[in-house]
């Protein structure tokens, strides 16, 4: 049983949602795409094999039946769900937005007993605040992470010693954590064997609509042909091409903002290998642990995000496509000698890798760095929902408003 966190007016006004607008879906009626007597049926359709598509794919099964869920790429979370720095946010990161830092410490207890073996928490977690240019002064983060209820103690002198004072005001210990993204794939394959969902890789949903009252036919692209499959529910997990499938449906495009983004790879020196750091609260860094290859990531606000672009009216470009096009040329020499000047021995560190991905978030993000989750049901289409959560954790927020907002079956209970 997947556990329901209550629906409190905060966390109501948390999640952003929309009315169905069934009318416009019912424009698609008119024309629907015949259903032969071989068209395969499910109850419900997932797409996208993300951390996202994956979770939800096994929670609808115990929830309606026969679950199809599909990956247009090679691999299952491989996308945004395995390049991202592998934090659990625990509400630090996060002391402008109150309630995503609330929601944080909600969640963080619950994901790391459910995946706990997919969970590093061998490091000491460090928050150092900036001196100059920070959004939040040191006093400022301590108080607002005692409101939350989050543990914070000062860091001790060798952990101190490490960073340059004119640059930095104060240094926390923390408890935070990071996840092995490819442990997460493990754990979730583990779990889909136990119920009913077929996974189809390397196939992708190009084209959703109305078939009847109730029930969806989507479009799919695959190596083997172009095929139809018929579904009672459509849930929509394409993170950064989450208007893909819609947009090519003749449905609006949800306001979305994307960032080209980039992470260094990099091996970092001894003093540096048993931590995570992160500065904060404006253009400063993170170097935290990167299970899943055994190294470190380093980001930097101002270098990480290469350039960026909206989803949104007029005309769209799918944003893996626009991510092809742009030609990479790494950034690291800048991430780290900016670095340097807060922690110096990060200077030391050996480049090995970049991980570049779309960073999806909403638009209003952008000003309270806020990560709240979208949720669209009935989105132009009867049963067609879009769901997206602006980090790994906010994965409880969706099923959650999903239990509280759609009638699903029932028949097949949770058990
Ligand atoms: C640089 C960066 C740093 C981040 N740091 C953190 C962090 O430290 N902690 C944290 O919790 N979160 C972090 N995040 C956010 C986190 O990565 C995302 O919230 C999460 O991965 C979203 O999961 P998802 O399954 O929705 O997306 P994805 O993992 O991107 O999965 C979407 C999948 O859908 C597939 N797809 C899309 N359209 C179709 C289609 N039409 N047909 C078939 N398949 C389709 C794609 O191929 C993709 O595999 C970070 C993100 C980035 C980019």
Redesign the pocket.
């Known amino acids: 049983m997947i556990p329901i966190i209550g629906g409190s007016s905060q966390f109501s006004r948390f999640i952003l949602m929309v009315a169905p607008s069934i009318v416009r879906g019912m424009l698609f009626l008119k024309d629907p795409t015949p259903i032969s007597q071989s068209t395969p049926t499910c109850d419900a359709l997932v ?7 994956l979770y939800l794919a096994e929670y609808l099964s115990r929830q309606l039946g026969h679950v199809v869920l ?4 090679s691999e299952l ?5 395995y ?5 659990v ?1 625990n509400g630090y990161h996060y002391p402008r937005s109150i309630l995503t830092a609330l929601r944080s410490r909600v969640n963080f207890p619950r994901f790391i007993n459910e995946f706990s073996p997919a969970v590093e928490s061998g490091f000491e977690k460090i928050y150092a605040i900036g001196r100059r240019y920070s959004k939040v002064s040191a006093n400022q983060f301590h108080q607002c992470m005692r409101r939350i209820g989050a543990s914070v103690w000062p860091a001790d002198k060798q952990i101190r010693s490490l960073f340059d004072f004119s640059y930095i005001e104060d240094v926390f210990h923390v408890q935070e954590c990071a996840f092995n993204a490819d442990l997460i794939r493990a754990l979730m394959l583990d779990r889909l064997k136990q119920v009913d969902v077929e996974i189809r890789r390397e ?4 084209r959703i609509q109305q078939s009847s009252h109730d029930r969806l036919t989507a479009s799919l692209q695959s190596a083997s042909g172009d095929q139809t499959i018929e579904a009672g529910q459509v849930f929509c ?5 989450l208007n ?2 819609g947009v090519a449906s003749g449905l609006p495009a949800v306001p979305l903002k994307h960032e080209l ?1 980039e ?1 260094a790879l990099v091996e970092v020196p001894p003093q540096l290998v048993s931590l995570g750091i992160t500065v904060m609260d404006g253009p400063f860094f993170s170097c935290m642990p990167f299970p899943a290859r055994k190294l470190h990531t380093l980001s930097h606000v101002r270098y ?1 995000p290469h350039t960026h672009w909206y989803d949104g009216p007029g005309e769209y470009t799918p944003a893996y496509d626009r991510f092809n096009s742009i030609s990479k040329v790494s950034a690291f020499p800048l991430m780290m000698r900016d670095s340097a000047r807060y922690l110096p021995s990060i200077a030391d560190c050996r480049y090995r890798d970049s991980l570049w ?3 999806t978030v909403m638009p209003r993000s952008e000003t309270d760095d806020s990560r709240p989750i979208l949720f669209k049901p009935h989105y132009g289409l009867r049963n067609y929902h879009l769901v ?6 906010n994965v409880y927020d969706v099923i959650d408003v999903i239990g509280q907002t759609l009638t699903l079956g029932g028949a097949h209970g949770e058990g």
């Open positions: 797409i996208g094999g993300g951390f996202y598509g599909c990956e247009q790429g979370m491989r996308r945004a769900s390049s991202n720095q592998a934090r946010h196939t992708k949903v190009s997990a394409g993170y950064a091409q893909s499938t983004t992470m990480t991905e779309v960073k997206m959560g602006g980090k790994i954790d």
